[in-house]
């Protein structure tokens, strides 16, 4: 049973520049949360996908979009990158319906660094 | 907003000892869940235990368990027996009840946990 699996697992880039990320959600599930994780921090949650629609948003500009496709896989996209972008960004997924007490799946992350 | 609170940013404990790690947060609602996830240096956010508001009884996972204190709002995290592969980061996080299983989750800023052989 595969879990949440992200790619890639590092990532540079320079101010300016445009990244997408992807995530792959565990088996049976068909909601994808993304969380952007600074160093020595909690993470923060960025937004979360479920039937392709954007269904909650955190505090994050609109340089931060998002997708996901019919096979629930998700891809998070920042613009005009800044140097505070770089951190850890993950990905959890989850059933929309499942229970209350089901906790969220989470991948091992892909980090980014910003030059 | 809800808000959750981590104070100790480090811990250490000695091998096969007890060891708090402590949270509080701020919420008005009064359905809620509660969550403490551990970090090793492998990124991976991994589960430890979970607690649901509307349970008195606190939870408990083996090793760990929980002193869910309601009218406080606090939430620690006690580990028995510690082990050297319980070093790790820990978080605490809250989701909010009505919306189930597709609630974000809100965490603290996290406690590093050292465990001395």
């Known amino acids: 049973d595969a879990g949440v699996t992200q790619s890639p697992t590092h990532l540079i880039k320079t101010r300016g520049q445009q990244v997408t990320l992807r995530c792959s959600p565990k088996?049976?599930?068909?909601?994808v949360s993304w969380y952007q994780q600074a160093l020595g921090q909690g993470p923060q949650f960025i937004f979360q996908y479920y039937e392709e629609e954007e269904r909650q948003r955190g505090n994050f500009p609109d340089r931060f979009s998002g997708h996901q496709f019919p096979n629930y896989s998700s891809e998070l996209n920042v613009n005009a990158l800044l140097l505070g972008d770089s951190a850890l960004y993950l990905c959890?997924?989850?059933?929309?319906?499942?229970?209350?007490?089901?906790?969220?799946?989470f991948g091992d992350g892909t980090r980014l660094s910003i030059l | 907003a809800q808000t959750v609170t981590q104070s100790q940013p480090e811990m250490s404990v000695q091998e096969a000892e007890t060891v708090t790690l402590s949270c509080t947060y701020d919420?008005?609602?009064?359905?809620?869940?509660l969550f403490w996830y551990k970090q090793p240096p492998s990124r991976q956010m991994i589960l430890v235990i979970r607690q649901e508001a509307y349970k008195q009884q606190n939870a408990t996972e083996n090793r760990f368990s929980v002193n869910f204190q309601k009218a406080a709002k606090s939430f620690s995290l006690k580990i028995s027996d510690s082990q050297l592969g319980d070093a790790a980061m820990y978080f605490c996080?809250?989701?909010?009840?009505?919306?189930?299983?597709?609630?974000?989750?809100?965490f603290g800023k996290g406690i590093t946990l050292s465990v001395r052989p």
């Open positions: 088996s049976g599930h068909d909601t």
């Open positions: 959890a997924s989850t059933q929309y319906r499942g229970g209350g007490n089901q906790p969220q799946h």
């Open positions: 919420t008005s609602e009064s359905d809620y869940y």
């Open positions: 996080a809250y989701r909010a009840f009505y919306t189930g299983a597709n609630s974000k989750l809100t």
